[in-house]
């Protein structure tokens, strides 16, 4: 009875992927929308792109955005389309996840991932003639972006971190890494019921299905292996690793799962700005986009 449940599930959830439209942007004839592939030290690098029509219009600095875990750059497709309006604003997949191929035989730590985004960056042109890129991170891509910026501020202008994953017990981060889900999958649907039930059925006030639905295809994306970024999340030493940023940061705090930890993550960046952010909790980018795009624009441009 299971089984025959489960093909019934499985073939649902297959005809609404099939039939429902793939979620488009916000349209903005001012912005032209692309997608690119970059070398990095993993394969290739899927970045999401949107920048002004007019080049004359592209007068503030570049940015690239880091996505949550096991999400894609098609997180940020309205965040980059509002930001594109001025420069050139770049959502990637992280490598493994999205269209990105993934690392090899286990999951990297996390300066394989910072290192890939360096790599991409390179390619793409950056820290040549001091040519450098901001950086946007939320949860998953709060760390990456940290990392990349401690290691690379030749690449690095500015940071803007939103709802941060920072653990300074090495207790918690015990407890984190025990809790992840590192099964393969097998015949019986029941992983991809779970991010259904997380993701689509008890979606946040305001997420739309459609944006659910979207939301639910790219986390399956990366399969069994989901849980890789994560156990680089858990294992980073933020404690000390965040005292060595030097570049100017914003930290964006929603008030949601994450809030407790991005206050104690301030005070431990030197001259780090916290913009608090009440009027949000959860679906941050799928309701509340606009906001994080005014208060990015806000620090990046000052």
């Given at each position: 009875m299971m089984a025959h449940v489960s093909r019934r599930w499985l073939l649902a959830t297959a005809a609404v992927s099939s039939f429902l439209p793939a979620i488009q942007a916000r349209a903005?004839?001012?912005?032209?929308?692309?997608?690119?592939?970059?070398?990095?030290?993993?394969?290739?690098?899927?970045?999401?792109?949107?920048?002004?029509?007019?080049?004359?219009?592209?007068?503030k600095n570049a940015i690239l955005c880091m996505h949550p875990s096991p999400a894609s750059g098609r997180y940020y497709l309205d965040l980059i389309g509002?930001?594109?309006?001025?420069?050139?604003?770049?959502?990637?997949?992280?490598?493994?996840?999205?269209?990105?191929?993934?690392?090899?035989?286990?999951?990297?730590?996390?300066?394989?991932?910072?290192?890939?985004?360096?790599?991409?960056?390179?390619?793409?042109?950056?820290?040549?003639?001091g040519k450098k890129a901001d950086l946007l991170g939320y949860h998953t891509g709060c760390l990456i972006a940290v990392d990349l910026a401690i290691r690379r501020p030749d690449l690095i202008r500015k940071l803007v971190l939103v709802a941060v994953p920072y653990y300074d017990s090495v207790e918690r981060q015990q407890k984190q890494l025990a809790g992840l889900d590192r099964r393969p999958y097998g015949e019986e649907p029941?992983?991809?019921?779970?991010?259904?039930?997380?993701?689509?059925?008890?979606?946040?006030?305001?997420?739309?299905?459609?944006?659910?639905?979207?939301?639910?295809?790219?986390?399956?994306?990366?399969?069994?292996?989901?849980?890789?970024?994560?156990?680089?999340?858990?294992?980073?030493?933020?404690?000390?690793?965040?005292?060595?940023?030097?570049?100017?940061?914003?930290?964006?705090?929603?008030?949601?799962?994450?809030?407790?930890?991005?206050?104690?993550?301030?005070?431990m960046i030197k001259g780090a700005k916290l913009v608090d952010l009440p009027e949000l909790d959860h679906g941050v980018f799928s309701v509340g986009s606009h906001v994080i795009a005014r208060e990015t624009r806000k620090f990046l441009d000052s």
């Open positions: 903005d004839d001012t912005v032209m929308r692309k997608r690119q592939y970059v070398d990095c030290r993993y394969g290739q690098l899927h970045i999401q792109v949107a920048e002004p029509k007019d080049t004359a219009r592209a007068v509002d930001l594109g309006k001025d420069r050139i604003a770049m959502a990637a997949d992280t490598p493994g996840y999205g269209e990105s191929d993934r690392p090899p035989n286990k999951p990297p730590p996390m300066e394989g991932y910072s290192g890939a985004f360096a790599d991409a960056l390179e390619n793409l042109g950056y820290g040549k003639s029941d992983k991809a019921v779970q991010m259904w039930d997380v993701t689509v059925k008890r979606r946040a006030k305001g997420v739309t299905l459609e944006q659910s639905i979207d939301q639910f295809l790219e986390r399956m994306r990366p399969g069994d292996k989901e849980w890789w970024a994560y156990e680089a999340v858990f294992s980073y030493d933020s404690k000390n690793r965040f005292p060595l940023i030097t570049q100017p940061t914003a930290l964006l705090n929603p008030h949601g799962v994450l809030y407790k930890e991005t206050l104690a993550a301030a005070p």
